[in-house]
């Protein structure tokens, strides 16, 4: 099964609000990264956030860490319709190399 | 430097045929990941590959099997088609060391009738 499940499914904002993801995982990490997808593509990789970090930035987007309860967030402030995408967590481990990614968030901004 | 190479993008099959897909990875890049996405089970971790040699699989039958090449370039080999085996299937390159950052060709869609 995934390891990490990401909340809401869906979410469907205006265009200048901010977009809010999360993503809660079941065991120890090394790392955890954020993905985009636009419809039918590859995955693009967003922004890595170590286990023992706790916030990291990159532009309009923020990532917090909270290790003690297994879970992450991705902030996207002052959306765009182009952040229209799915965006994915994963996160490597115990299984070496290989990334568990979660369920996905489907983001839908609109303008 | 050239991003990560799917081909075919497109591929239709009968149940029963086999098929192999290709994934050219970023030049310098020694590990190729290879993943299933469908719309119910999402993304689904196959196998990765390092240096010729299958470092890590997933939870799939024997049908589905790959290998990597001496320039790094890797193949996916589904036996025995199945209507199950329709989706999108995603090849990622890394350096294969920490923190395993992956960068993803655009897929290869796969429709088995």
């Known amino acids: 099964s995934q390891q990490g499940e990401e909340d809401p499914q869906a979410l469907s904002i205006q265009e200048g609000e901010n977009a809010t993801m999360n993503c809660s995982y079941k065991?120890?990490?090394?790392?955890l990264q954020w993905y985009r997808q636009n419809s039918g593509r590859g995955l693009v990789h967003l922004i890595l956030?170590?286990?023992?970090?706790r916030e990291k930035h990159s532009g309009r987007l923020r990532v917090t860490l909270d290790t003690s309860k297994k879970s992450s967030s991705l902030l996207i402030t002052a959306s765009r319709a182009a952040d229209t995408a799915s965006y994915f967590c994963?996160?490597?481990?115990?299984?070496?190399?290989?990334?568990?990614f979660g369920e996905g968030t489907q983001l839908t901004v609109n303008p | 430097k050239a991003g990560v190479t799917q081909t075919p993008r497109y591929l239709i099959k009968t149940r029963g045929q086999q098929v192999t897909l290709s994934c050219s990875p970023i030049?310098?890049?020694?590990?190729v990941s290879w993943y299933q996405q469908t719309p119910g089970q999402g993304l689904q971790f196959l196998f990765e590959?390092?240096?010729?040699?299958?470092?890590n699989k997933g939870n799939f039958p024997g049908r589905f099997s790959g290998r990597q090449f001496s320039n790094s370039r890797s193949e996916m080999n589904v036996s025995t088609l199945e209507l199950g085996d329709s989706a999108l299937y995603l090849c990622?390159?890394?350096?294969?060391?920490?923190?395993?950052?992956?960068?993803f060709g655009a897929g290869t869609r796969l429709s088995v009738l």
């Open positions: 990622a390159s890394s350096s294969g060391q920490v923190p395993y950052i992956q960068y």
């Open positions: 065991t120890s990490i090394n790392n």
């Open positions: 956030i170590r286990s023992n970090e």
């Open positions: 994963a996160t490597d481990g115990t299984s070496g190399s290989r990334l568990t």
């Open positions: 030049s310098g890049h020694r590990s």
């Open positions: 590959y390092f240096s010729e040699t299958q470092r």
